[in-house]
């Protein structure tokens, strides 16, 4: 299973490879990482048919993962990727955004990677 990770912060690759490593190891898992909605969009473009899940931090400077998220949905309907929104707010208001945007899912930070893995499963 291919998964898009896209956040700003730079330390999330190390922080899932760690996280994931028996599951990349394995090859269960494949992580494909963006550091920015912007990146994200170019990635999707290229290579759309591969990504199932994505998983995109809410606020990122330039492009927002809300509004990423509102191209995906708008672009990306054949096949449709699962897409779980993470932030470091719980806030209602990016919450309900996020549902109304269509996300199939929404995390908070720090994330609970057994909690993650169970979602990836289902």
Aim: charged share 30%; aromatic share 10%.
């Amino acid at each position: 299973m291919k998964i898009l990770v896209v956040d700003d912060e730079r330390d999330i690759q190390t922080l899932f490879e760690q996280r994931f490593r028996k599951e990349i190891r394995d090859k269960s898992f494949e992580f494909v990482f963006a550091f920015s909605g912007e990146e994200a969009l170019t990635y999707l473009q290229q290579n759309q048919h591969e990504i199932v899940i994505i998983l995109s931090d809410i606020n990122m400077p330039g492009m927002s993962g809300l509004e990423l998220l509102r191209h995906i949905k708008q672009k990306y309907q054949n096949p449709l990727p699962v897409v779980m929104m993470i932030t470091a707010y719980g806030d209602a208001e990016n919450f309900n955004i996020a549902k109304q945007l269509g996300a199939d899912d929404f995390l908070t930070k720090p994330v609970d990677f057994t909690l993650l893995k169970e979602k990836f499963k289902q």
